[in-house]
């Protein structure tokens, strides 16, 4: 009977909105109802197993089905959603559909049993939310902390047959599964295969013979099952709930179903395939045809069925006529614009407790020389035993001599940022590709007996009641894994979350949760993440696809200070960017530009008192008593800051003054007003490394003159760029040589 409950309600709700809400999309469940009824089962196990949660990701089709039968979201909501009528407690930003809202709530079993669950919000890039809800349950695992000997979150992933088996992702998240950095204990893959995609048929959309044939990449069992037998697909469920229990591995159920209606309902499917949807129009629904199974068994009455059914139609009815009243009392009150036909996601519990926990100032980033010189020294104290390959020894050993010396180098400077923190009580996790070491061999934050192998992380040896630290060699993948870290975050808020990129440029690969998570969520879903991208950058003469790790890309999407952009140019700026941001309250997450052959440059070092003293500035001054009578003030970011300095001795000139943004968005306004206030009369100039259409200088263009104005600055800007190209840079060393040369020329020329 609990089987024909949830079919009574799937298809009730659907039918429901059909009639009620007409034309409008919802992308229902109709034609693969049995869905619910899987979900179900397996919510039933987790709960009688005493999980803690069982969080769940999934494209739009079902979704609302999903959100009112197995997330407890109330019908309530999804009608005022329908009405355009936001829930007054939810996060308002500029808002996104009802079918990509998530929710948290509580599942409660027919035997009291209860578990928590958790449905992520998701954009319309069908399976964009799989990385990114293994990373949330990551994130809750690392919180309960069971060393690996359980998984008591439960990762369940919904897919489309069409996408399951299209989606690259799809298969980069499978390879997540059983390694170190990300392994979650196994998940639950449902497919809900009604074998067509929009309007594509399995024909022209794969060329394997089942959609799901990807996921025998991972040897993970793949059930076949009817959607039209709901007790065979509850049956399946069981089946692949005990193997990941007793696994810990990934499980595929491929529920074979249809699609009663088009992609949308206001889609007519029948002009793409006019053979299966005259099968279908004539096809029962699921529930009728396991009610008639059900009487014929003589296991239910046809009076039973009926006001089953009758029961939870007039209740949905009931529910619907209250929020309709309700608008109309909202509506007799004063004129209000209307409300768009969205509302935010109520925001995730993590972050609401972040909100309430105790702050510390994240302008005040400044450490004890004391932990300093604790977490440099614990670099040059290896257990016994233990023998480092004698190149790094070297290193370590200065490690150690910097923290009392000065000259900190730029890696040395972000490892005491971690350190400190990590004293300080702020779990640390770092992942991507060769971040171990470190792709320009800087980094060294996990250590390798050179005769044994064996590893050696000095961070996790800073003493009692430090916090945890995790950093992991990613796979060779960009979408998954910085859809990953982003989950982590929203699920971490009192963690520094950080994906690297081997080279800025790879990020591309990873563009959709560029688009969709990092720089929208909170205005989507008022869902915040705190995720930190560094991204290598700097034009070297190393060619076109190790040069840019495309500045304007990320600030193109900047806006109502969604995330913070920097591009520091000294390793003390870097280490208070970092800290600054492990505190930064509300989260926001964070883009920084990192160097590249600046890692080892004297220029970029700093002394022990620029980590002792103040905070991070996003505008840097002048070097004291180097200008006098300054026609022209110079404005630039990261290393070409250096070789203008340097270029500045050479010349001999002092009529030019040049002061570095370490911040590039939110644009230091203020900051940059005062800056060039002392001198009225000098032209002003911003230079860059980068082509003329690229780096910051599109956005600075389009902001600085405008923005300064309304501060009293109204002076004209120019550029000092490499002239615009459609490639990022030379791949001629000699031609990057040349344009270098004209950019100090056309800085400096009078």
Known sequence: MRIMRRLNAAEAFETFLQTKFVGQKRFSLEGGESAIAILDRILCRAAGDGMDEVCIGMPHRGRLNVLANIAGKSYGQIFREFEGKADPNSVQGSGDVKYHLGTEGEFVAEDGAKTRVYLAANPSHLEAVNPVLEGIVRAKQDRLNLAGEAFTVLPVLMHGDAAFAGQGVVAETLNLSQLRGYRTGGTVHVVINNQVGFTTSPGSSRSSVYSTDVARMIQAPIFHVN?????????????????????????????????????????????????????????????????????GRGDLTVEDAEAALRDYQQQLERVFVETREAKKEHSSGPDTPDVPDHSGLERPTAQVEDDAAPKRSSSRTAVPTADLVHVGETFNNPPAGFTIHPKLKQLMEKRAVMVHEGGIDWAMAELLAFGTLLKEGTPIRLAGQDSRRGTFVQRHAVLIDKHSADEWTPLLYL?????????????????????????????????????????????????????????????????????????????????????????????????????????????????????????????????????????????????????????????????????????????????????????????????????????????????????????????????????RNQGAWPLMAQWLHEDLTLLGESRPWRVVARKASASPATGSSKQHAIEQAELMEHAFAR
């Not at 300095?645 to 002061?659: G, L, M, N, P, S």
Request: proline letters at 5%; one cysteine or more.
């Open 463 to 691: 003493g009692e009641g430090q916090a945890r630290f995790w950093v992991y060699d990613s796979l060779l993948s960009e979408y998954a894994a910085m859809g990953f870290e982003y989950g982590y975050s929203v699920e971490r808020p009192d963690a520094l979350v950080v994906w690297e990129a081997q080279f800025g440029d790879f990020g591309n690969g990873a563009q959709t949760i560029v688009d969709e998570f990092i720089s929208s969520s909170e205005q989507k879903w008022g869902q915040r993440s705190s995720v930190v991208l560094l991204l290598p950058h700097g034009y070297e003469g190393q060619g076109p696809d190790h040069s840019s790790a495309r500045i304007e890309r990320y600030l193109q999407l900047c806006a109502e200070n969604n995330m913070t952009v920097a591009y520091p140019s000294t390793a003390a700026s870097y280490f208070h960017l970092l800290r600054r941001q492990a505190y930064a309250r509300p989260r926001r997450p964070l883009i920084v530009f990192t160097p590249k052959s600046m890692l080892r440059s004297k220029a970029a070092a700093s002394d022990v008192a620029a980590f002792t003293e103040g905070g991070f500035q996003p505008i840097l001054a002048d070097h004291e008593g180097v200008t006098t009578d300054v026609t022209r003030v110079l404005f630039a970011s990261g290393k070409v800051v250096h070789e203008l300095d340097a270029e500045r001795a050479k010349r001999e000139d002092t009529h030019t003054a040049i002061f570095r943004v370490e911040q590039l968005y939110p644009i230091p306004l203020k900051e940059m007003a005062a800056a060039v206030a002392r001198y009225p009369d000098a032209e002003l100039v911003w230079v860059q490394d980068e082509p």
């Open 227 to 295: 959607g039209d037998d709901p007790e065979a697909c509850v049956r399946v469920a069981e089946l692949a709930f005990d193997f990941r229990q007793e696994f810990n591995k990934d499980v595929v159920i491929d529920m074979v179903c249809y699609r009663r209606r088009g992609h949308n309902e206001g889609d007519d499917p029948s002009m793409t395939q006019p053979l299966m949807y005259n099968l279908i129009e004539a096809k029962r629904s699921v529930r009728k045809l396991y009610t008639e199974s059900l009487i």
